[in-house]
């Protein structure tokens, strides 16, 4: 009797080799070429028209970067251009290039038009709500000592600078304004404790009446309308 071999289905004789799933930690221990992504996130700071977070810069990578490295890559990318004439900041909504304020006078002749120029009572209204905030419109009427207008507060909401973060628990439930990260970064700051002193501003103030024109907000916060 002669010996029958039988022949399996090939779908059965094939040999099928599974692939262990990666583990999330050793995919974390992929290295990052601080190269490339240095130059990736250069790119993207060069070329956006707002302030980048961390949140969104790690999105640019193609391995996972803790918050740490990337601000040491950050203030690696920042020291390359300190001898130049824009620089890496970080304000409050996250990190970007400016020119360096020594360079605003030769830009200012490509745009020869005045920035704009806020009256003593909007500086004054907009530094009341920055140093004790969240007030109403009739806190900041009490410490100036006089009525403030509708007009002055709608010139700080339209900037950018102040906004209506609730109402107060009282009678009438009167709005309660405070300032926006949007003045921060127009001021090149990453927080409110930086701003100058109440009684710097006071005194910016004093000199504002002396002169004929007010006080002009530093170069970053006075784009035209």
Do not use: C
């Amino acid at each position: 009797m002669s010996a029958q071999t039988e022949q399996l289905p090939q779908s059965e004789a094939s040999v099928i080799v599974l692939t262990p799933p990666v583990d999330a930690d050793e995919q974390a221990l992929e290295p990052v070429d601080t190269t490339q992504f240095k130059r990736v996130v250069e790119t993207a700071l060069l070329t956006s028209s707002e302030p980048l977070s961390l949140a969104e810069l790690k999105k640019l990578g193609d391995a996972p970067l803790d918050n740490r490295q990337l601000e040491a890559l950050l203030d690696e990318l920042a020291r390359d251009w300190q001898e130049r004439g824009v620089e890496l900041t970080r304000v409050a909504s996250g990190w970007r290039f400016r020119a360096k304020p020594e360079m605003q006078r030769y830009l200012d002749r490509l745009n020869p038009q005045k920035p704009p120029r806020y009256s003593r009572a909007v500086l004054e209204t907009l530094a009341i709500i920055a140093y004790h905030q969240p007030v109403t419109r009739g806190d900041i009427e009490e410490i100036r000592g006089v009525a403030v207008s509708s007009q002055i507060l709608k010139t700080l909401e339209t900037r950018g600078w102040v906004e209506v973060i609730g109402t107060r628990d009282t009678p009438g439930k009167p709005e309660l304004f405070a300032t926006t990260s949007q003045l921060l970064d127009d001021l090149n700051l990453r927080a409110l404790q930086e701003l100058p002193s109440l009684d710097e501003i006071g005194v910016l103030l004093e000199q504002e009446s002396t002169e004929p024109e007010a006080p002009q907000i530093p170069a970053a916060a006075t784009t035209a309308e």
